[in-house]
């Protein structure tokens, strides 16, 4: 309601820069995409979403908070934080690293590097965890010389060790890491890319040092991309499946994610349990949302032309 | 300090930017490095900053005498500023300003109030002490640009290198900006180098004009010898507009009175300078070459003509005062006769 009244054009006055007449269409087409568009969001994302906070509080918000009593849960939940823990900064530094490779510099492989950063999204995360299984595995190509053993390859001290990477959590975590890779480099390599080399420049010029270039130059000019790369990674990170399912070998109160006790307490029929510990990844996918949504904001509040 | 670049050489690639170029500045020189785009004038810069290396095994930069060539740019006390400013765009105009003096070692930084008091007596320089808390995307391009010099003349260099410092800028704003540019010089008498492809520019401000095309310096002289004197076709065309006569055509006019004696060359092209062509109305029997006139543009105190030649069909464009356009009376299509008042040819290169 706010503007100025109909001008004489009988253009509608409309906040902000109104979508000039000539591209507008009639108002039967702009209602029938609206409720193509509203109908579709609402059945396929809405209503899933509604169905996970309904379930799980179908026998009531007793019942609910009970469900995260069971000490299984617990566990699943403590190894969802420390998976993302250790996978989020990891793929923290390597995108920081590998966007800075990409977009400052120019060598031989830059574009094969830059295949290869996508190939997680290529991949299905079942193969993902295969991979691992294929590498780590007890019949895999290391995996006969991790566990405790006498192998002529290694000393006494690591043949002692019986590292375990599959069925544990070193393997949880390289699975995840693998399938979170591309989330913060992606974000990066075109943000700095379009920011181009010239301040870095400019900082070397005035005698900063490398280092000093990177933290006071190169850091803050990144730094709401950075953020929003870590999300999103966070977000998978704690939400994987596929890879996780399969290189963990679900052992209860062990090796299950969030994501697996979820599956596991359904196919106990345990419904209410299921949707309540599921209610807790969608209350994450909903933070991650606003979160996301703030950083756009913000970002577009700290650049008004540039 | 003066500023010696010797036998330079720079490829990318299979691209040669630079090849064996040499270049002196002596100390307090406004110079500018004047070409093309692709003419190696950046790339030459840059290789004085220290921004880019040369070709392994190729040339020396000295600094006062002293190589500076393996001499990081951090170290070489160079200002640099940049076509697109490069300001430190999270940082406010005084972070920015500030920055040289924040990231020195402990021992060599000013105190807090010193890099202030610093800061504020640049901002002065600049003409922008009111805009300290502002950040850059709220400035406009030529102040950007200011506070680029500023940064740059924070650290206190001992050399000013500027790469197109108004290319970015509109017409108006740059003719300003240059000359204060001028003017600040002649205050802080820094060694200063510039690359431009604008030759207005060049011919106005510098001491002292390097004219570079194709990976090597073409002509350095002051403003006035390369403009009057230049020392290839290439220098001659890019200094402003140039009308070229194919020789047979001044033959046919007369007995070669309108280009020097003696210095043409058979097949040559001789190149008259627009202001250098008078204009007479055609009487038979006198001298000159036969023209048509075929196009007035009369905005602005000259008027430019475009001609055409008579015996070949080729334009000629003539610049003559408007009083002399009035004077002589002139409407499309009439028969008027050229004479070159100053006309140069050049020997033709047969080296290969």
Redesign the interface.
Known sequence: MAGPATSLAGKPARTGAGTPRVIRNPLWVRVVFMTVALLFLGCFLLLPLAAVFAEALRKGVGAYFHSFADPDVHSAIWLTLLTAAIAVPANLVFGVAAAWCIAKYDFRGKSLLVTFIDLPFAVSPVISGLIYMLIFGLQGWLGPYLGSGDHPWFGEWFNQQDIKIVFAVPGIVLATIFVTFPFVARELIPLMQTQGNDEEYAALTLGASGWQTFWRVTLPNIKWGLFYGVILCNARAMGEFGAVSVISGKIRGETTTMPLQVEILYNENNSVAAFAVASLLALLALVTLVLKSFIEWRHAQTRPSA | MSISALNIRKTFGSYTALSGVDLHVQSGRLVALLGPSGSGKTTLLRII???EYADAGSGRIQFHGEDVTDV?????K???V?Q?Y?????MTVFENVA??LR??RRRDRPSKSDIADRVNRLLKLVQLESLGGRY???LSGGQRQRI?LA??L??EPKVLLLDEPFGALDAKVRKELRRWLRKLHEEVHLTTIFVTHDQEEALEIADEVVIMNQAKVEQVGTPQQVYDRPSSPFVYQFLGNVNVFREQSLALAGNGVYARPGRLVEDGLVYVRPHDIAIARHETGADGIPAILRYVHAAGPQARLTLEQVQNRELVEAEISRVELEHLGLKLNDLVLLRLRQARSFEQDYAI
């Not at chain 2, 490069?86 to 999270?90: E, I, K, N, P």
């Open positions: 900053a220290g921004l990081p740019a951090g170290k070489r160079v200002g640099f940049f697109h490069a300001l430190f765009r999270h920055f040289g990231v020195r850059p995307s709220q680029a940064r740059a924070a650290v």
